[in-house]
């Protein structure tokens, strides 16, 4: 839906002349399950995008609309839910409840949803919406915090009020990701740099269409384990704060102190962020062949070690190899399900579409969809072309 037609259904609603705000998904070309554990990724931000349509009341409500959900959602400010309810307006809901609790001023408003990127495939359609509801709800008031900050707020929203435990990286890449470039991202200082992903290549994301949910259980065990491991070594290394601190050297010698099944899920963080910084090197040599190799060792260690994957997401990866113009490739997001990202020659992307899709259809009897994507605009540009 154009910006023009949501505006049409915006008036249509409530009346009122309203100004939108976009803020993208994402896919993660290398990287998982580093955020949290204060490492590095590289996502970018795709071209599928949540756009958020915006007007002042002059009463203290939020009226939220979708225009995917036919469940509309009220709440009053001065009486704003602790706890999610459950559906889409959570999202919404706790955004507004972490600004305000930031210190933000949060006004009356009609809100108007409309999401773009697919829900439960691990492209971020909850950054997303979070991204473009902060920007909204913050248009409304005199302040204006760096995209970093909004980043940050965002998922204390997603942690405190949804209650996913996720890391920085979805929120982060979300506003401030680039057309052409994938981010790296320190996610303990925030600092990054952007790396141009070479235009002979496009990111090919593949759906298994098996659905995830992080507020669900595995993903937030994931970060216990990460944590549990992170105990152990700093009672023999003081120094660590983090998965991000270890060496390979020091998380083998204290192989024998922890229990093998966190050994493997700390084995797979060091190694991964390893991976990252090697994956930045290929990019920016545009060595694609070695840059494949390293998306298919991720792969196997999400896999293998941090046992996040599932039957139809290693099914996606076995199906790519051998098809024309393909790199590498590897499962994307927290997984259990959703996406897996390729990287494959422009040329040959149209073809390499319909041969995956043929062969997993062939495999699990499930049409998958799969997105021809480029490194897109993060939320950034979309706040520019908001205040012109
Ligand atoms: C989800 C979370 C991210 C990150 C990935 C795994 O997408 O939202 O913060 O932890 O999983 O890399």
Redesign the pocket.
């Known amino acids: 839906m154009k910006a023009d037609e949501l505006c049409d259904r915006f008036m249509q609603e409530f009346h009122a002349q309203p100004r939108i705000f976009t803020a993208p998904g994402r896919v993660?070309i290398i990287?998982?399950?580093?955020?949290?554990n204060d490492g590095f990724?590289l996502p970018c931000a795709i071209e599928f995008s949540t756009r958020v349509a915006i007007s002042p009341r002059v009463d203290r409500k939020l009226v939220l609309r979708s225009t995917e959900f036919s469940e509309p959602f009220d709440v009053d400010l001065n009486s704003l839910p602790r706890k999610p309810v459950g559906t889409w307006a959570d999202y919404v809901v706790g955004v507004a409840v972490i600004l305000r609790a930031a210190g933000y001023a949060i006004h009356g408003a009609n809100l108007l949803v409309h999401g773009e990127v697919p829900i439960g495939a691990?492209l971020?359609s909850?950054?997303a919406i979070e991204v473009a509801t902060a920007l909204a709800l913050l248009s409304l008031s005199d302040a204006k915090p760096r995209l970093q900050e909004i980043a940050k707020l965002c998922?204390r929203a997603?942690n405190e009020f949804v209650g996913?435990h996720?890391?920085?990286?979805?929120q982060f890449v979300s506003c401030l990701g680039k057309a052409g470039y994938a981010l790296l991202l320190d996610c303990r200082s925030l600092e990054f740099e952007m790396v141009p992903v070479p235009p002979e290549v496009k990111l090919v994301i593949c759906n298994t269409m098996v659905k995830h949910e992080?507020s669900g259980g595995e993903?937030n065990r994931r970060r216990e384990e990460c944590e549990k491991g992170v105990r152990i070594l700093s009672t023999e290394f003081p120094g660590i704060r983090a998965l991000r601190d270890v060496t390979h050297e020091q998380l083998s010698s204290c192989a024998n102190a922890m229990p093998p099944m966190i050994y493997k899920r700390c084995l797979h963080v060091v190694e991964e962020n390893q991976r990252v910084l090697r994956a930045v090197e290929c990019l920016r040599s545009a060595n694609l062949a070695h840059m494949g190799r390293v998306m298919r060792e991720s792969h196997v260690s999400l896999r293998d070690l941090y046992e996040v994957s599932c039957r139809e997401l290693d099914i996606m990866v076995e199906e790519a190899e051998g098809l024309p113009g393909f790199y590498g490739g590897r499962m994307t997001?927290?997984?259990f399900g959703g996406c897996t990202v390729n990287l494959v020659t422009s040329s040959e992307a149209e073809a390499f579409r319909e041969r995956i899709a043929e062969r997993y259809l062939r495999r699990t009897g499930i049409s998958s969809d799969i997105y021809i994507c480029s490194p897109a605009d993060g939320a950034a540009v979309a706040v520019k072309l908001a205040s012109m």
């Open positions: 993660n990287g998982e399950h580093t955020d949290y990724v691990g971020s909850s950054a998922q997603e996913a996720v890391g920085i990286m979805d992080h993903y997001g927290g997984g």
